[in-house]
């Protein structure tokens, strides 16, 4: 079936058409879905826009290898009946002739529901129509927290549910329909679906593969800031963590205690490279106390972006050294969730990420270093809890390790079908012949590695409750691949580890999959920064891990059962289970 498809693709699809041609309103107009076609949307066929684009530059893309496409972008405005509201979509279509019979469906990162030209010119450069919207929250632009409430304590329900899954499964269905009709795929071709998203975006690709079984033949997803209610509160941990222990560190302190890390754990994977692959050797043989006495001095900064520690605004000149205080909330934050009776809540991000929730910020007129309270934790409680127009929390007064599970316990409850996407049967989607790659930078610092692991060993367990653990992680390959990239930080190559490799070129092996029944045994990654940029590197296929071998020269992917153990927690506060 899969290879008779294969050759369908390659002989269909010769449309005749040219871009220009392609790139007419009319013709844009005579290719939209046909009224009905999706029981209750109305597309407004007057909303047509297009536009073309020549020799667009894709350069420095996380996700997709340098290249320069053409297209065009059709976009449009429909109603979901009874409701006056409207949503945009819009599609990059790439040239006819390098039109691989394929679609490619996008999403977002942070609380933006779509990343902008970023993927969808990506999904161009892999012969893919590539589709984003905007969720109805009003323009491409418009954030859904912007429109999360009608007023103070009245939740805009639709808008959430658009958020949580329902506007990329309506802009995909669509866009699969449009595309069909703009190449007059005939009867039989297959037209190939995909995915592609990391953070929040790797959330929304969840949401589908979960919900909407035949709806993608594959997805590429990173780092997902799925199990939302944990994820995001799980941002304010460090920030309770300083204040319960009343200690509030120069960032320089923070970023003294990771380098040391990253120094001591780096050769635990067998080649000193700067790079710590094995973040779970580093748990089991690294002891932060080690750090205490260390020296640290930063020079004085004007701030910069990024979530990295003293990025964002003006810190002053910082010399002294690591003090006992200090480790005790790199420590505290390192361990973990735990409520005041001792169990554990939720889990932290790996040793060697950045402290970058527990950034704190300078008071000039006293000279002190001050709490600040992460806006993304912050905001989940405000707006999304309290409901209140809000994005920031005034002050942690009163907030303790038991208020932060109450406030997850609550959000879980009232978001657990819309923002939480943790479903862990996937079977309908196996039978369907879906495919999923997903994979996580072991030194992310914003969403845990081990939040990944922890899904997959939901999915593993729930689908194949009868077979050994290594008969299941062998069965769960056959559909659902998890690799953690060593050194990579959020959604990217990590400048404190500059020589770890990234997987940009994860799309091409999930195609290769999907469509020639190549399943990825390794991923392919490349080092883009510092003075290895440009290397091919292989990332190990979960649960085996990266040792290097032959005095750091020969990747070995090995099975380790104490490392693979630390990555596994018993969230014994709750008595539900926590997928
Ligand atoms: C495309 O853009 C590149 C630079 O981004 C330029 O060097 C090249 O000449 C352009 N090609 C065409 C056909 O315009
Ligand atoms: C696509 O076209 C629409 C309508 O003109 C526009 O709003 C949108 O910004 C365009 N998208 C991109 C990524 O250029
Ligand atoms: C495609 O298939 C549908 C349903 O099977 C059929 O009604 C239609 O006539 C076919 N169209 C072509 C062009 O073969
Ligand atoms: C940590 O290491 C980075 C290089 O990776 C360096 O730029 C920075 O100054 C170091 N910070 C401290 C506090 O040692
Ligand atoms: C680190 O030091 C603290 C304070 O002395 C002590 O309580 C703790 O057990 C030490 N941790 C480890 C892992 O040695
Ligand atoms: C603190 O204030 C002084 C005097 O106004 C100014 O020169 C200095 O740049 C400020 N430092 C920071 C870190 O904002
Ligand atoms: C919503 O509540 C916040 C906090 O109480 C208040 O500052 C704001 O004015 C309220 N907004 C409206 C429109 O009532
Ligand atoms: C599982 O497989 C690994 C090799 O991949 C092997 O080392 C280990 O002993 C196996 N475990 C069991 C319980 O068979
Ligand atoms: C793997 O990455 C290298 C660059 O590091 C690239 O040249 C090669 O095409 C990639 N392979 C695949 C299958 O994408
Ligand atoms: C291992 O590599 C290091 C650095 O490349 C070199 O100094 C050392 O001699 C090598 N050791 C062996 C046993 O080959
Ligand atoms: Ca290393």
New binding site residues.
């Given amino acids: 079936m899969r290879t008779f498809l294969c050759l369908m693709a390659a002989v269909a699809s010769a449309s005749a058409l040219t871009l220009n041609e392609l790139c007419t309103v009319s013709y844009a107009q005579s290719s939209l879905p046909a009224a009905g076609f999706y029981n209750g949307i109305t597309i407004d066929s007057s909303s047509v826009v297009t536009t073309i684009g020549t020799n667009y530059s894709i350069k420095g893309n996380t996700f997709f290898p340098d290249t320069a496409i053409n297209y065009c972008n059709i976009s449009f405005a429909y109603t979901h009946d009874g409701r006056n509201d409207v949503v945009h979509v819009a599609y990059w279509v790439p040239e006819p002739s390098n039109f691989q019979n394929r679609f490619l469906a996008t999403g977002g990162g942070g609380l933006a529901i779509n990343s902008g030209a970023s993927t969808v010119s990506g999904g161009v450069s892999i012969g893919a129509v590539g589709g984003y919207m905007d969720g109805g929250f009003g323009n491409f632009n418009t954030n859904a927290d912007a429109k999360f409430l009608l007023a103070n304590g009245t939740v805009n329900w639709e808008n959430a549910y658009m958020f949580g899954y329902q506007a990329i499964h309506e802009m995909t269905v669509l866009g699969k329909e449009l595309t069909k009709n703009l190449f007059s795929m005939k009867n039989g071709t297959k037209l190939y679906s995909y995915y592609q998203g990391c953070s929040e975006g790797g959330r929304d690709g969840w949401s589908q593969v979960q919900r909407y079984y035949n709806e993608l033949d594959g997805a590429s997803l990173g780092a997902p800031a799925f199990r939302y209610s944990h994820q995001q509160i799980q941002h304010l941990y460090s920030n309770v963590v300083e204040h319960t222990l009343n200690y509030y560190p120069p960032p320089c302190e923070m970023m003294a205690i990771v380098n040391a890390t990253i120094k001591a754990c780096d050769p635990l994977d067998g080649k000193t490279d700067g790079v710590v692959a094995r973040t779970d050797l580093c748990k089991l043989h690294f002891n932060v106390n080690s750090t205490i006495g260390l020296p640290y001095s930063c020079a004085?900064s004007s701030g910069g972006g990024g979530f990295g520690p003293g990025s964002g605004r003006?810190?002053?000149a910082q010399n002294g050294v690591v003090s006992a205080k200090a480790v005790a909330v790199a420590q505290t934050i390192l361990d973990g969730i735990h409520d005041l009776q001792g169990r554990q809540v939720y889990f932290s991000y790996q040793p060697s990420a950045t402290f970058a929730d527990a950034q704190t910020s300078?008071n000039?007129a006293t000279g002190q270093w001050e709490l600040s309270i992460s806006n993304l934790g912050a905001e989940f409680v405000t707006r999304y809890l309290e409901l209140i127009d809000s994005s920031t929390l005034p002050n942690l007064n009163g907030v303790t390790y038991d208020t932060l599970k109450g406030w997850i316990y609550d959000l879980w409850q009232t978001y657990e079908d819309s923002l939480q996407v943790n479903w862990p049967d996937l079977t309908r989607f196996e039978e369907a012949g879906g495919k999923v790659i997903h994979y996580h930078g072991e030194s992310d610092d914003s969403i845990p590695a081990a939040s990944s692991v922890r899904y997959w060993e939901s999915v593993r367990s729930v689908m194949y409750p009868d077979l050994s653990y290594n008969e299941s992680s062998s069965k769960i390959q056959d559909f659902y691949r998890l690799f953690l990239v060593p050194g990579g930080a959020h959604c990217g190559a990590n400048q404190y580890q500059p020589n770890g490799a990234w997987p940009q070129t994860s799309m091409t092996q999930l195609i290769d999959w999907v469509e020639n029944g190549k399943a990825p045994e390794l991923l392919n990654a490349t080092v883009s920064m510092g003075k290895n940029k440009g290397e091919n590197q292989k990332i190990c296929l979960w649960p085996l891990r990266p040792y290097y071998g032959g005095n750091g020269t020969e990747l070995q992917c090995v099975y380790d059962q104490a490392s693979i153990d630390t990555w596994h927690y018993d969230l014994n506060a709750w008595k539900m289970p926590v997928w």
């Fill in positions: 004085a003006p810190t002053p300078y000039n």
